[in-house]
């Protein structure tokens, strides 16, 4: 008996499926990827950013994470990431980056605050980012514009 116990316990122990299942389940992972977004810098990937934070505040387990992939660089135009969201932490791990329209004619206009919003975070609590990504407002691009038409990040 002793013996099944000490083989259980080492198979339990060194059980890479059993890990995993239970890190993913306390922990839910929502790769914006996996909801379309195609990280080329072209394509715009707004819609997939704003339906997977859709599902990732409404996550009620663990602490839901957002992984933004590395080697992506993923164009949004306008998008706001709003609450009140289900769980008490939300981790976005921004290991790729995310890059503004490059032009005035290539930028969506949006209602809010005359459009200049590019990334707006609101009512959510616990929120935490963190990687090695890049957030890229393209300055270079819009120098020439007055600062009232210039894209921000709140």
Do not use: H
């Amino acid at each position: 008996m002793k013996g099944l116990f000490a083989v259980l316990l080492m198979f339990l122990v060194a059980s890479p499926c059993l890990s995993i299942r239970i890190i993913s389940d306390a922990n839910p992972n929502f790769n914006v990827v996996d909801y379309g977004a195609r990280g080329d810098g072209q394509s715009d990937d707004s819609a997939a950013f704003v339906k997977v934070w859709e599902d990732v505040c409404r996550a009620t387990e663990g602490t839901p994470t957002l992984p933004i992939p590395q080697g992506k660089r993923f164009l949004l135009q306008p998008v706001e990431f709003k609450g009140a969201c289900n769980s008490t932490s939300i981790i976005v791990e921004l290991q790729g980056d995310l890059v503004v329209p490059n032009s005035m004619e290539a930028w969506k206009w949006a209602d809010n605050d005359k459009g200049k919003r590019w990334i707006r975070f609101s009512r959510i609590n616990g929120l935490f980012v963190n990687g090695g990504g890049q957030i890229d407002g393209q300055g270079a691009a819009w120098w020439n514009y007055s600062n009232s038409q210039r894209p921000v990040v709140c």
